[in-house]
């Protein structure tokens, strides 16, 4: 078994360095991994169960002595990493909350200690050094997937894994910028040429009080005919965007509402508009959300022949 074992690394190598040198950038090809039919069970422990890796948010399963995988990811950038492929083998018991196994990606041994929620830390000496990552039970982590091609229901592409011993995420706050990004006019006529005055954001924290930034100019021109141009630029950062912190996946702000006024007529035209989905769109994805990853909405806010519409920007950045 051992003689085998080493064999099949070695070869697991040498493939995978000779494939990331000839193969095209964008090519993939299947990872030198064992399906679960090709490999002997051995004796079921007390963690058997489907844990979420912390590292790339992929499930696998361990059960009688190995692990498999259920949702797919890439490896090594070329190596497709497919359902029911061994990961881990001769994963065993060797005291009261310790387990080791033979980590197939990383080619080397993986020591888990078990800890009280039932997650598994592991520390695996692999072929390029020493290197962690934790197997969250699913009962404590947001389930991926179902282990349809392409990960996440809806065909969400499949994450990239920089290696299953890889650094786990940092619980450090998550930082986002929100911001008016734009604006433009809209309609098929027109009781005005443009729109010009102040906006503004409030928002609601997580210890539910009020937020508001400060006023930011806008001058909006639009023709009678054709495309409908901005004059003006917003930024994201300074007085008229929001700073957001939150716990890592938790994006407990709410009542999100753009207001201001547009100059013109006696005291100009208040508006405010609360519906808009920026927020629920990055609270869907959860843990999924990385850094540099946006979403918008475009509200109307004033119009009946004429439409002043804005949209609103939500980027995490750090």
Same mark, same amino acid.
């Not at 509402?257 to 547009?262: K, S």
């Given at each position: 078994?051992?003689?085998?074992?080493?064999?099949?690394?070695?070869?697991?190598?040498?493939?995978?360095?000779?494939?990331?040198?000839?193969?095209?950038?964008?090519?993939?090809?299947?990872?030198?991994?064992?399906?679960?039919?090709?490999?002997?069970?051995? $004796?079921?422990?007390?963690? !058997? #169960? %489907?844990?979420?890796?912390?590292?790339?948010?992929?499930? =696998? +399963?361990?059960?009688? *002595?190995?692990?498999?995988?259920?949702?797919?990811?890439?490896?090594?950038?070329?190596?497709?990493?497919?359902?029911?492929?061994?990961?881990?083998?001769?994963?065993?018991?060797?005291?009261?909350?310790?387990?080791?196994?033979?980590?197939?990606?990383?080619?080397?041994?993986?020591?888990?200690?078990?800890?009280?929620?039932?997650?598994?830390?592991?520390?695996?000496?692999?072929?390029?050094?020493?290197?962690?990552?934790?197997?969250?039970?699913?009962?404590? $982590?947001?389930?991926?997937? !179902? #282990? %349809?091609?392409?990960?996440?229901?809806?065909?969400?592409? =499949? +994450?990239?894994?920089? *290696?299953?011993?890889?650094?786990?995420?940092?619980?450090?706050?998550?930082?986002?910028?929100?911001?008016?990004?734009?604006?433009?006019?809209?309609?098929?006529?027109?009781?005005?040429?443009?729109?010009?005055?102040?906006?503004?954001?409030?928002?609601?924290?997580?210890?539910?009080?009020?937020?508001?930034?400060?006023?930011?100019?806008?001058?909006?021109?639009?023709?009678?005919?054709?495309?409908?141009?901005?004059?003006?630029?917003?930024?994201?950062?300074?007085?008229?965007?929001?700073?957001?912190? %939150?716990?890592?996946?938790?994006?407990?702000?709410?009542?999100?509402?753009?207001?201001?006024?547009?100059?013109?007529?006696?005291?100009?035209?208040?508006?405010?508009?609360?519906?808009?989905?920026?927020?629920?769109?990055?609270?869907?994805?959860?843990?999924?959300?990385?850094?540099?990853?946006?979403?918008?909405?475009?509200?109307?806010?004033?119009?009946?022949?004429?439409?002043?519409?804005?949209?609103?920007?939500?980027?995490?950045?750090?």
């Amino acid at each position: 078994m051992q003689n085998t074992l080493k064999t099949l690394l070695m070869a697991t190598a040498l493939a995978t360095s000779t494939a990331m040198i000839s193969a095209p950038a964008q090519a993939q090809i299947p990872a030198f991994l064992p399906a679960v039919e090709e490999v002997a069970p051995g $004796a079921a422990t007390d963690v !058997d #169960g %489907t844990y979420v890796v912390s590292t790339i948010n992929k499930r =696998i +399963t361990i059960e009688n *002595g190995r692990a498999y995988v259920i949702d797919p990811w890439t490896h090594a950038f070329i190596l497709k990493v497919e359902p029911r492929m061994v990961t881990l083998q001769n994963f065993r018991q060797t005291g009261p909350d310790t387990y080791e196994a033979d980590d197939l990606p990383m080619m080397g041994k993986v020591v888990f200690h078990r800890q009280p929620n039932g997650t598994l830390q592991g520390v695996v000496q692999g072929a390029l050094g020493t290197a962690k990552y934790a197997l969250v039970p699913t009962d404590y $982590a947001t389930a991926p997937g !179902d #282990g %349809t091609p392409g990960g996440a229901p809806g065909g969400d592409p =499949i +994450t990239e894994d920089p *290696g299953l011993g890889a650094p786990p995420p940092s619980n450090d706050p998550w930082v986002y910028r929100l911001h008016v990004s734009g604006g433009e006019c809209s309609g098929s006529k027109f009781g005005r040429l443009k729109y010009n005055g102040q906006v503004r954001m409030t928002i609601m924290d997580r210890e539910n009080d009020k937020r508001e930034t400060k006023n930011r100019n806008f001058r909006v021109e639009c023709t009678r005919n054709g495309d409908r141009t901005q004059s003006y630029r917003f930024y994201d950062n300074g007085p008229g965007a929001f700073t957001l912190i %939150t716990p890592p996946g938790e994006l407990a702000f709410s009542d999100l509402r753009i207001a201001g006024r547009a100059n013109g007529g006696i005291g100009g035209l208040y508006f405010g508009n609360d519906k808009n989905d920026v927020l629920s769109k990055a609270r869907d994805r959860g843990r999924g959300v990385r850094v540099g990853d946006r979403f918008t909405d475009k509200v109307t806010v004033l119009g009946d022949k004429a439409k002043l519409n804005f949209t609103v920007t939500l980027e995490r950045v750090k």
